[in-house]
């Protein structure tokens, strides 16, 4: 079914402001928010009060949440930046739908290798350069565009909305999952369904809606085996050396086939249903690109996309992330390393929890201990644990964002999930109990997080259409 | 056989010299002659024409002996420290002795954690505290001022001398080589033998002579997957990541016992014969201290004293020591890295040759490398390779040696090996092709290049004491 004929005016409407959008994200990408340096704290509280004007005269009841104080490493506290509560509608006749973003941004200096200004918002060949450009105040833009739209050329809004808008997402969201709770009976009420544009399509050509995202266990190993770091020479054949433990230990933790050998880990993970299964085929996804983009000579499992694509997405991994107190310069040194911590962490899936990996993760690990029989001392540490998110993708709420997507881009979106974790998204999930959609405006190669971060124009401004029609569609459900 | 009488008055006269001793040794530690810092070369000449001048006061023959530049990492130039060579004595019915020492010393600050300043001497308890007193300033001046007090009391010198004094040992004796072999049929063409006092006794009661110090041979392999370090979410599961690789490799290595599983590595270690056994047993080492000193649970070989010696000294060991380019820092990072290259060495020891072994380990990581079917990138790079050192010590020499210490500490020495590397030892082995006898000055606990380095004022006197027996005795072989 096609939009009704008032959408082709908003979508006119949109095109036609689209040098004001760049001028608004230019002013967004100003304001340093960076929410990880203490000494960016006012600016990030800034950019809550810059936005939360921009919803007032978007004719939103907005709501400056404050959610208390961080500690710091120094022991002192600083306020958190507020969460901004955003209201937009009540017609009981209505679906209410949540919408999520972050005004918060990584750090970024023109010292890590920016060609341009990261807070000077710089446009090159279609692409907007800037902090945040895409990560995730391009986005935030556009549902407020998109609103604006709405209500400049009288077109009544087909949902009634409420914004969440945090600005510690790029710092572990503190504080954000105790306010969800707070709120879950009273903001979060009577909502229907949620959407998050925090993430990218998976290439560049093809739109993707995403429907789920691995977890996160990160672990510690740590062994110790004399209170002062030793020589070599004087000390080599006398002592069981931590760091020769260690790496035993780490090598038991995968094989050259990229499995995980700790008993029953792959038991839980979710069977892989026909209905999965058809998504993968269509998703464009070139595996020689790929491989000439990451630089290695060969990918995983004989280079097949679909089952790269599902040990991306749906499929557990373990990576070693390094060692922490042996020896890390160049050159040579004469060294035994008193105590070696191992990094490594494993990326879980749909049915995988958290708890039981851990566990398995440390039984498993003492046992390889009992195994090696060194007299040293050792540890295991969970260091941190991010639950995995999935939905299912044949639900109507995504057939609804499919249909958006297509409205704009003309195209079949990809049904996608992701490899890396949005923590906040398995917080809203387990909190609101409400479907969610990740319906990304970027392309893959954005780079956030990364040096000259952009957001191309053309998806900022279709990006807003899109939303727009997501509204529209939700309301048909 | 005891000593003539006149040793007698010569050791009275030392004795009653001390304090000129500790004085001398305070000038000589003043100079920082630091050879690994290029700002610290004049300090470093300094040392060496102050040396000089009390070698020409001592009646010795001095020249001093440019050896050429070295090459700074910018690509720059600076001189070398030239090389001592001093002469005393040419009775052709003497025997000639060669003496080695440096007068360079390890890097030193307050910083590092010293009680006090480390270029100024300073007495605390009998102990000397002060950059090169044990390491090798103080061992240096033993010499001189026993042949100070031979010209004093009149007393013939019964050996002629030939001292070799360097000033780059602590920077790998860069040009000394060369130096010796250039010189091997002049200055050195009538030596009969040779004496370093360069090391340690191993404990800190019992005077030791050494007659063996390991090799070392130092490698890095080097595991490449890809042209950028990458995000373990999005790229877990896809690719063959260069950690794992590296850490199988690595494990293979060695095993827990500390064996070194590359076929026939042992193959070459000399065979110990029952006079050589017959050493270890009166060697005074205390178990149960070394394993507190070093602060660990439990040490190798069931903690048997001989097996410990033993493969401290004259087995092999090998050592990880650690891996560039992987995550070192604390905390956790969720990085797959592009490239890493783990470090580690093996003592060496007779009669394994170094290039033999290079090859063994090349080999065998090749071979593992190949059972591993990895599609990244692999180099395995020889470091660095030292040759390891040992004479019979029941050479006639060594017995002189041990008559001398005898003398003066009125005990049997240990003889004893080091499982460290002195590579000018090896050098001067290989090049000269006398026999060479370790007389250490100092005790095991002086901390030689660590901070607060210190010789005992009873180790530095009698020191000196030592070295005018041992001339007495080489002169009886």
């Not at 004469?334 to 990996?357: A, C, L, M, Y």
Request: glycine share 8%; with cysteine; charged share 25%.
């Amino acid at each position: 079914m096609s939009l009704p004929a008032a959408y082709a005016e908003l979508f006119k409407y949109i095109d036609s402001h689209s040098s004001e959008y760049i001028e608004t994200l230019r002013e967004a990408v100003a304001i340093q928010s960076v929410s990880a340096s203490a000494e960016r704290r006012q600016d990030t509280c800034r950019m809550v009060d810059w936005t939360a004007e921009r919803l007032r005269n978007a004719r939103c009841d907005v709501v400056i949440k404050d959610i208390g104080y961080e500690k710091l490493a120094d022991g002192s506290e600083i306020p958190l930046p507020p969460v901004i509560f955003a209201t937009l509608g009540s017609d009981k006749n209505k679906k209410t739908i949540c919408i999520y973003g972050h005004l918060d941004v990584q750090p970024a200096s023109v010292g890590d290798g920016w060609d341009s200004d990261p807070f000077t918002l710089t446009e090159r060949d279609g692409k907007l350069y800037g902090r945040g450009a895409t990560d995730d105040k391009g986005p935030v833009l556009c549902w407020i565009h998109a609103i604006e739209a709405y209500h400049a050329m009288g077109v009544e809004i087909p949902v009634n909305i409420k914004f969440v808008f945090e600005s510690m997402e790029e710092s572990a969201s503190v504080g954000l999952e105790e306010l969800l709770t707070q709120e879950k009976n009273t903001y979060f009420s009577d909502i229907d369904y949620v959407c998050v544009s925090d993430n990218y399509w998976v290439g560049t050509q093809t739109p993707s809606i995403t429907y789920g995202l691995r977890g996160n266990c990160a672990f510690q190993v740590e062994v110790e085996c004399a209170k002062q770091d030793l020589h070599s020479g004087v000390h080599g054949g006398t002592v069981h050396e931590a760091m020769a433990d260690l790496i035993y230990l780490l090598d038991s933790l995968t094989d050259n086939e990229g499995n995980i050998p700790i008993p029953n880990f792959s038991k839980s993970v979710a069977p892989l249903t026909e209905e999965e299964k058809s998504l993968y085929d269509p998703i464009t996804f070139d595996v020689n690109e790929c491989r000439k983009t990451i630089g290695c000579n060969k990918l995983r499992h004989n280079e097949d996309k679909v089952q790269l694509l599902m040990h991306r997405w749906r499929y557990p991994a373990l990576s070693i992330h390094g060692i922490e107190g042996a020896f890390s310069g160049s050159g040579s040194k004469t060294v035994i390393p008193k105590k070696v911590i191992g990094k490594f962490s494993i990326r879980i899936v749909p049915n995988q929890e958290t708890d039981e990996v851990n566990e398995m993760v440390v039984a498993y690990l003492g046992d390889k201990w009992k195994e090696r029989g060194s007299p040293n001392n050792f540890k295991v540490i969970v260091e941190r644990s991010g639950k995995h998110w999935s939905e299912d993708p044949f639900h109507p709420h995504y057939t609804a964002a499919r249909e958006a997507t297509r409205h704009v881009y003309g195209v079949e979106p990809d049904l996608t999930r992701e490899g890396g974790s949005i923590a906040i998204v398995a917080d809203l999930k387990r909190v609101l109990q409400k479907n969610i959609v990740l319906l990304p405006v970027g392309t893959g190669d954005d780079g956030a997080h990364a040096e000259n971060e952009k957001i191309n124009i053309r998806n900022y401004i279709e990006g807003t259409k899109m939303f727009l029609a997501y509204m529209y569609e939700v309301a048909q459900i």
